[in-house]
């Protein structure tokens, strides 16, 4: 799942939850029954969990390009020298 499909599973989940805790209300009030709006409400939640916790397609349109592991062995990584971060460090002083 790429980064804009985690916002929009993100999104709709909380979408759906309060859709679906708002029509459990309704429908438990209506009927005059807490454990019908529980059960409701419960089978809002797995509704919700199907549709947004696999890795359905339409989360993933805007897949990441990864570097590829030969052009990574040319730019080798930066290394912190720790001589400098420690003096860094006793230069701040603290009020």
Same mark, same amino acid.
């Given at each position: 799942?790429?980064?804009? /499909?985690?916002? $929009?599973?993100?999104? @709709?989940?909380?979408?759906?939850? &309060? *859709? ?11 009927? /005059?029954?807490? $454990?019908?709006?529980? @059960?409701?409400?419960?089978?809002? &939640? *797995? ?49």
């Amino acid at each position: 799942m790429d980064w804009q /499909g985690q916002k $929009r599973a993100e999104i @709709l989940m909380q979408i759906m939850l &309060v *859709v679906s805790a708002v029509a459990a209300f309704g429908v438990g009030y209506t009927i /005059g029954s807490f $454990r019908t709006m529980m @059960l409701a409400y419960a089978g809002g &939640v *797995v509704l919700t969990t199907l549709i947004t916790v696999p890795n359905w397609p339409f989360f993933n349109r805007h897949p990441l390009k990864w570097l590829d592991p030969s052009e990574a062995e040319r730019h080798p990584k930066p290394q912190v020298n720790s001589a400098a971060a420690s003096s860094k460090k006793k230069a701040v002083k603290h009020k």
